[in-house]
């Protein structure tokens, strides 16, 4: 069964270095989505690509965060320098077609920053 | 302001029992999608439902999008469905963005 892969799974970084996430769509969703779920709430979008152009990065946090999906297949997400606020878990989502179908996610990235 | 609300917040049920989670949104959807998280963090998906109604096995799920409401049913709980089911709804002036709600944490007990 096709599934959205992410890695690593886990990560402790310290406060101020520079971390990266990444992930893998299931193959032919053009659609791809990052979000972070701090401990007890509900995920909030970070970015959308649409293949390898940025669609929506409005919450992105864009001092310190950046995205990317040059070939318009695999992401990586970036944090620079991480703080103690980013722990949270990063979710990556793929759709398709374009548009409002269903999102299907990867396990996650689950960080904390010491 | 345009939002996602969940009920009840936390739910403790004997296993066999039966429960209904609601989601109140309170704008015109394109999409909605109800999600079990497992204790790992992963989000499973178990409907794609923007209207109408849908089973599946134990599972059914219904969405009045005209009255801006949807329902989740669990029949026959198991000790297995123990988690946190999420409500996440695609805006019609937002693109596919999901917003999620803040969740009902279900507990199963044998």
């Known amino acids: 069964e096709a599934e959205v892969a992410q890695s690593p799974r886990y990560k402790i970084t310290e406060k101020s270095q520079a971390v990266a996430f990444w992930c893998d769509p299931i193959?032919?969703?053009?659609?791809l989505y990052w979000y972070r779920q701090i401990l007890g709430q509900g995920p909030e979008l970070l970015v959308q690509?649409?293949?390898?152009?940025?669609?929506?990065d409005s919450q992105l946090p864009k001092d310190r965060f950046s995205a990317e999906r040059l070939k318009g297949v695999d992401s990586t997400l970036k944090i620079q320098p991480a703080e103690l606020g980013d722990s949270a878990m990063y979710l990556c989502?793929?759709?398709?077609?374009?548009?409002?179908?269903?999102?299907?996610f990867g396990p996650g990235t689950r960080l904390t920053v010491l | 302001g345009i939002q996602v609300e969940q009920s009840p917040p936390d739910l403790i049920l004997q296993e066999g029992a039966n429960s209904t989670l609601r989601c109140n949104f309170s704008?015109?959807?394109?999409?909605l999608q109800w999600f079990h998280q497992n204790p790992w963090g992963q989000l499973i998906n178990l409907f794609y439902?923007?209207?109408g109604t849908k089973q599946n096995g134990r599972l059914s799920a219904t969405t009045v999008a005209t009255e801006r409401y949807s329902l989740l049913y669990i029949s026959s709980s198991q000790t297995t469905d123990s988690g946190v089911y999420f409500c996440?709804?695609?805006?019609?002036?937002?693109?596919?963005?999901?917003?999620f709600g803040e969740g009902t944490q279900l507990t199963v007990n044998p």
């Open positions: 690509f649409q293949d390898e152009s940025v669609v929506d």
């Open positions: 193959s032919g969703h053009a659609t």
């Open positions: 439902i923007p209207s």
């Open positions: 996440a709804v695609a805006w019609k002036t937002s693109g596919s963005r999901l917003t």
């Open positions: 989502a793929s759709s398709y077609p374009p548009g409002p179908n269903e999102q299907f």
């Open positions: 704008d015109s959807v394109n999409n």
